[in-house]
């Protein structure tokens, strides 16, 4: 598997034989030297459990300020992280609202420079919006903080050391 150093950007292959049994090993970096970590491939993809998995209501939710989010019936959309220590791991969004911080979030990273309740995703049927929950450091799109953002599919934004990615992909494709 290709693995990509988050300290100076160096590509380098790791033979998927150094997890063993492990999720996780340190890589040292070819290129600059520094270690970071890898996720196996076996682990990488994570499935975000919704609390009412049984229930069809499960895929609408209201805002605080009483706007309907849902997820879209044909798509599916996931969170790639393209940096930082989960790097590798792509998250399946599986409700129309998720959070991503430090702790007792619904992604939750190990990252010094986020947040407890970072930022979050709301999705209704034709949109994808970041918000900012009062984040310390703040929410970066494209160079810039942001208070909400509207994503589109490959569109990245940059909490702490940590670089998602949304992705949205036809159902079954
Ligand atoms: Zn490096």
Not at 8 to 27: A, I, L, M, Y
Not at 83 to 88: L, S
Not at 116 to 136: K, Y
Not at 155 to 168: E, N, P
Request: aromatic share 4%; proline share 3%; hydrophobic share 35%.
């Amino acid at each position: 598997m290709e693995v990509r150093c988050p300290h100076c950007g160096n590509v380098q292959s790791v033979s998927e034989d150094v997890f063993g049994n492990r999720e996780k090993v340190d890589v040292a970096c070819l290129a600059c030297g520094k270690t970071f970590r890898v996720v196996s491939p076996k682990v990488a993809t994570v499935r975000i459990e919704t609390t009412r998995k049984s229930v069809p209501t499960v895929n609408l939710e209201y805002t605080e300020d009483g706007r309907l989010l849902a997820l879209p019936q044909h798509k599916e959309i996931s969170l790639r992280v393209l940096e930082g220590n989960e790097a590798g791991t792509v998250f399946s969004v599986a409700k129309p609202r998720i959070t991503i911080g430090r702790s007792n979030a619904d992604i939750t990273i190990d990252d010094r420079a986020v947040s407890r309740l970072h930022c979050a995703l709301e999705i209704s049927e034709d949109s994808v919006l970041l918000r900012d929950l009062g984040s310390t450091n703040g929410t970066i799109v494209g160079n810039q903080l942001v208070e909400t953002a509207t994503l589109t599919s490959g569109s990245t934004f940059r909490v702490g050391m940590h670089i998602f990615q949304l992705l949205i992909t036809s159902k079954g494709a």
